[in-house]
């Protein structure tokens, strides 16, 4: 792959707004994915995919102290790989799930690190800690730098890794037999579209709202169908509902 | 700082200590680890308020005070962080003897806040805002509302700027909050109305995903609608199936590798492709785009 470097440097930074720096959510799939896909020159792949992989794991919240899948890592390196991959003649859809596939035990490996860190980041605070006690503040300041570098190197190391092993397993895409590729595009298509609804619905879905569910569905079915209302009309239509149902709620909230 | 006695003089944090401890903040997570999780963080976005409070000889102390256990959600901490700011100030200003007092009010307001913040945020944040807010942007993705090239730039914006907007807006309101209630600040927070917020923002993602259920399928809508109907009435089922298997805490990497051998077990059965009803399942011309086109 021609962006290894640049692109290990890249989700090294990224990485680090997982739980490091502040937390702004550029390194959600939806934001990574384009991003990579602009360095690789597959920025739309890059979109579509990271947007796949945002609904997929949109459930896999950091509560209590689990720790989520790297998503930062998973993103960066299927849509590099998926690149490559449709930049050698893959038909892209399949080349995506292939490209997810490859890409979910390498992102799993980088939480792995991760865990690691943490625990290894308790002799950073004792040493803190130790510093905090003889009054050393620029010392004990110090610290979060070291550990924001060591975090930033790990981020830089596991894509390497990653992007190295995935190109490894390139050639075997090709020699796929045809009904495999065809299902690595249905599932793409179809399957892991159904799998993320279900993973938002699982999320937010209680059981009085199960009614809610079932009427918008047949609203906005029957407004595609009778009404011959497009996309755009129709999230719309379902984002001005849903702001208008915060603020009935928020008032409510405001005056009781 | 002239190394006047605390209780002598009014110690202030200042605006500039403030907005330094406000981005430090930011920094919260870092340290985190497995003994006492976010406790540096604390203690590092402490650090110039306590440089203006303390003679250099009481600093470690005041610094160490803040090294115990503490774990609560990022965003919300900085309700917790300004009402400590405003504790350590007054427990600067207080007579001596009254110090050790202030100082075991601050612990108390620590511990028995980042609980349940840390409940509020997680449940605010992570299980209801940023799923509305990726959901949002998905579904832009997915039912291709904008031009090709056009949407590559502005769905992640667009993402960004709306998550980004409640995320700094809470922080910073929190933090506000927090450094003019003090200890009061809990009573303050009942007023913010998260839980109707919470209700309201699930009830539009359950919209969204009625939106992305209808298009994803929306191939079909166009030429044949009874051929669309009973598509959709199989996607429901897979749907529902998949919500089942996640409510059971089979995670979405097994279930992903689940639906990759599901398709692949589809074009195998030779009877499942002949079936009338559901060409759309495997053959690729019948299929939906979701828009992974050839670049």
Redesign the interface.
Known sequence: MPYWLPLSLLLGLLSLDVTAIGQFMVSRPIVVGPLVGLVTGHPELGLTLGALTELLWIADVPVGSHLPMDLCMLSGISVAFASELVGRGADPAAAATYALGISIPLALLSTEAELGLRKFHVRWMHFAQRMALGNHFKTFEGVNTAVLLELFLKGCLMAFLGLTVAHATANLYFLLPSPVVKGLRDAALWLLPALGGAAVIDLVLEKRMALTLFLSMALILGLALLGHLQSAELVGLAVLSGFGTILLMAGKGETS | MSPESPSSTARKTGFLGLASAFVRS??L????????YL??GV??AL?PVL?RLYP??E???A??RH?DYFNTH??MGSFILGAVIKMEEERAQAPKERQKEKEEEINALKVGMMGPLAAMG?NFF???V?????????????????G?SL???V??LL??AS??VV?LGTRLRGFVMGYQKGDQVVLSMR?I?L???I??????????????????N?ED?EGQ?GH?LLK?IF?IA??????F???RRI???Q???A??F???????WPTLSATPGLP???S?EA?????????
Not at chain 2, 262 to 268: E, P, R
């Open positions: 930011l920094f997570q870092t340290a985190w680890n497995f003994e006492r406790n540096y203690a590092f650090c440089r250099k000889e600093r470690g102390e610094l160490s090294l990022p965003y997680d992570w299980a209801t940023r799923p509305y807010c990726g959901l949002l942007a998905v579904t832009l993705v997915m039912t291709r509302v904008m090709t949407e590559t730039w769905v992640p993402f960004l998550f980004n995320h007023r109305g839980q109707e917020a209700r309201g923002i699930r009830t539009a993602s359950v919209l969204l995903v009625a939106v992305l259920i209808v298009f994803v929306r809508l609608p669309f959709l996607f897979i749907l529902g199936l998949f919500t298997a996640l409510h995670s979405p990497a279930l992903f590798y639906a990759v599901f398709a692949l077990l589809l074009n195998y759309g399942i495997v690729p299929l939906p785009s979701v828009g992974i086109t050839p670049p």
